[in-house]
């Protein structure tokens, strides 16, 4: 155990995120033990169901223009399984809000200015992607296809096919995540006295 400033007993974990833990008198919140003492494996769960989402946009891309086949046959991997899941708007929305609330939640585990600031970025983005999934989970409920067209459309699929703009959509999002996570696992030489995470591979990384 270790004694704070105002002598309050602290809960010290080597798995620590924080400089500043929890008072141990005090019952931690589920986010804060996944940014606390689970932060280190949840936030490896959540980047294994990132990867292997952007994998299925991947393969779906290889099919269009490595195979020739036409989008509405191009399902990805999962698709070719389970087309019906693929083809559902559920399913998409779903992953768009799992990815958003996942970078909501593990934020405060990004205690560095760097690692956050790309974080955030990430957010950000994935904030209007749900919402371009909102409105076309919204039409497919419904039955009602805004801007006149025969399908549900999100706003800027107006201008861009669909496939094509969400894999620029998770590219966007999944680029600063990863240099978020690299600030996060190597933070720089200035910020290691706030790092106490056990995600950083070695304290001596400058950046």
Request: net charge neutral; aromatic share 16%; charged share 10%.
């Amino acid at each position: 155990m270790a004694e704070s400033a105002d002598s309050r007993p602290i809960l010290v974990h080597m798995y620590a995120t924080h400089a500043d833990a929890i008072p141990s008198n005090q019952p931690a919140t589920f986010i804060e033990r996944l940014n606390g003492q689970y932060h280190e494996l949840a936030l490896r769960a959540f980047m294994v169901i990132v990867l292997a989402h952007w994998a299925e946009h991947l393969f779906q891309a290889f099919q269009i223009y490595a195979l020739g086949w036409p989008p509405p046959q191009a399902l990805g991997m999962l698709g070719m399984y389970y087309p019906w899941l693929v083809k559902s708007e559920v399913m998409h929305y779903g992953y768009a809000l799992v990815m958003l609330i996942g970078l909501w939640i593990f934020r405060s585990g990004f205690t560095g200015v760097k690692d956050r600031r790309w974080w955030t970025i990430a957010l950000g983005i994935q904030f209007w992607h749900h919402i371009e999934h909102l409105l076309l989970i919204i039409q497919a409920t419904t039955g009602h296809n805004f801007f006149g067209r025969p399908v549900p459309t999100s706003i800027i699929q107006l201008w861009a096919p669909r496939v094509e703009l969400h894999l620029f959509y998770n590219t966007i999002v999944f680029i600063p995540m990863m240099i978020g996570m690299y600030y996060h696992l190597f933070p720089p030489a200035e910020e290691h006295a706030k790092f106490q995470c056990s995600c950083a591979w070695h304290r001596g990384a400058t950046a």
